[in-house]
């Protein structure tokens, strides 16, 4: 199998502080990688680092939803790929929808669930009007409208329930070749992901396939949450 992403010595350190600690590391086409560690680990740093090293391969689904609240759902998703239309396209696309692109947005919209039988006016709503899980959906469905064969997706279904979070993260591995995703649900990361690297203090400290793993293993990465 080829290495889809590659990191060669990679840091990140801010004065004078690591935040990643250099290292090596590559994920293989097809692979499914869930990174786990506490809060301030280093795993969005780790992300932004793929990222930056793969930026135009990659669909990227940062952890806070950035939606345009006043915007309809169609076209908060629509912006992810604003650069790819030109300039009439995306103005034009602004007063009347784009019916090929319209039915794209859509089946995405109603793959993630987002459109609850009532489609051209869930399509239509303001992202405002959605809720927080309903907006990671939103979030969710924007990079997998760019289709491109990396997702790098920062805690992307914290705010969704259990059930429908491993639904959807089988749709996004659907959509993409190789998936990394930083999850702080350990059961969640076992579940979804073939292989889990899980951080400290900026630094990887396991890296192993999903299927050698059990989550006591996992929750010793969390010891500012273990009592007694
Ligand atoms: N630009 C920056 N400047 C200063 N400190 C930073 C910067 N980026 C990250 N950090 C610090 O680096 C550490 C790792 O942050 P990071 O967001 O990568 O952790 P994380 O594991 O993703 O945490 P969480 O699960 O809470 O999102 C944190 O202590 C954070 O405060």
């Known amino acids: 199998m080829s290495a889809e992403l590659a990191l060669n010595g990679a840091s990140l350190k801010v004065r004078n502080q690591w935040i990643v600690k250099p290292l ?4 293989d086409a097809g692979q499914t990688v869930a990174l786990v560690g506490e ?20 669909a990227w689904c940062p952890q806070q939803p950035a939606l345009v609240p006043m915007l309809s759902l169609y076209l908060n998703v629509y912006m992810g790929r604003l650069h790819e239309f030109g300039l009439w396209q995306n103005l034009s696309n602004l007063l009347r929808a784009d019916p090929d692109q319209w039915r794209s947005v859509q089946a995405l919209a109603d793959e993630l669930g987002l459109l609850n039988g009532s489609g051209a006016k869930r399509m239509s709503q303001s992202a405002e009007r959605f809720s927080g899980g309903e907006q990671q959906r939103i979030n969710i469905a924007r990079a997998l409208f760019q289709q491109r064969p990396i997702f790098l997706g920062d805690e992307p279904v914290s705010a969704v329930d259990e059930v429908q979070a491993r ?28 292989r ?14 999903a299927r050698a793993l059990d989550a006591e293993t996992l929750l010793a990465l969390y010891p500012s949450q273990r009592h007694g």
């Open 24 to 27: 090596s590391l590559t994920i």
């Open 39 to 58: 809060s301030g680990a280093g795993k969005s740093s780790l992300l932004e680092l793929l990222r930056q090293a793969h930026a135009d391969r990659v």
């Open 167 to 194: 639904r959807i993260i089988e749709r996004v591995k659907a959509h993409h070749q190789t998936t990394v995703l930083a999850l702080h649900d350990v059961d969640l990361a076992l579940a979804c992901a073939d």
């Open 196 to 209: 889990i690297i899980g951080m400290s203090q900026g630094e990887v400290v396991l890296d192993r396939p």
